[in-house]
């Protein structure tokens, strides 16, 4: 079966500081890969997604990057934080039904 | 006018009660539609596709209407394990860009 792995689970880092997120999957292979932030009480916003290896689209311009330097690896990073990228970061794939499987997420407090 | 909107809640209802989610979505090409459940301060979770000839499964159905744009998840007889926020999610037939409603919380209460 698939899992998901994202970490950490949770992250406190200063504004100006780096970020490096991780997200793999396992039991699958060429999935389609995304990046979602969650804002405190708001939706869920699609910030990256990846259809291969090397291969990214953002949707949302801002000072984030991802990565995909494997077929099931994902990484979310940033050089200098920013108090507004406080939130939840969800990584998902999906199957071929196009159906999502989401990571259990990060949870990053940007102070 | 954004692109997935659902109805703004919280629902509070009592247990054993039906309740009705609606959904309404702008971008006339999207192929795939979905419900999902989020409890709190965790990952969303898959809960049912939704079809064109519409879905049952268990205490749970879901209609589609491609001509109003509009999707609907029905609960019969809620349980207290039912309270969570319920997120609609639309995507194109590309099938790489989800878009996710903003989500309807329901508390079931005892």
């Known amino acids: 079966s698939q899992t998901i792995h994202q970490w950490p689970a949770t992250l406190v880092q200063p504004v100006g500081s780096p970020l490096s997120l991780e997200c793999t999957v396992e039991?699958?292979?060429?999935?389609?890969l995304y990046w979602y932030r969650q804002a405190a009480g708001r939706g869920l916003q699609l910030l990256f997604y990846?259809?291969?290896?090397?291969?990214i689209s953002s949707e949302v311009p801002q000072n984030l990057s991802a990565s995909r330097p494997q077929d099931r690896q994902f990484i979310l990073s940033s050089k200098k934080l920013l108090l507004s990228d406080s939130g939840f970061y969800l990584c998902?794939?999906?199957?071929?039904?196009?159906?999502?499987?989401f990571g259990p997420g990060t949870r990053l407090t940007v102070l | 006018r954004k692109e997935v909107e659902q109805d703004p809640g919280p629902f509070n209802v009592p247990e054993g009660a039906t309740v009705a989610f609606n959904c309404t979505y702008s971008?006339?090409?999207?192929?795939?539609f979905f419900w999902y459940r989020q409890d709190c301060r965790k990952e969303p979770k898959l809960l049912m596709s939704?079809?064109?000839s519409g879905n049952e499964d268990g205490r749970f159905t879901a209609q589609l209407n491609r001509a109003s744009q509009y999707i609907s998840l029905l609960i019969r007889d809620s349980k207290l394990s039912d309270s969570a926020t319920y997120l609609c999610?639309?995507?194109?037939?590309?099938?790489?860009?989800?878009?996710f409603g903003p989500g309807t919380r329901l508390s079931v209460l005892p």
């Open positions: 971008n006339s090409a999207s192929q795939s």
């Open positions: 939704v079809y064109s």
């Open positions: 990846s259809v291969g290896i090397g291969q």
């Open positions: 999610v639309v995507t194109p037939n590309s099938g790489q860009n989800f878009v």
């Open positions: 998902a794939w999906t199957d071929g039904n196009n159906e999502q499987f």
């Open positions: 039991g699958t292979s060429n999935p389609n």
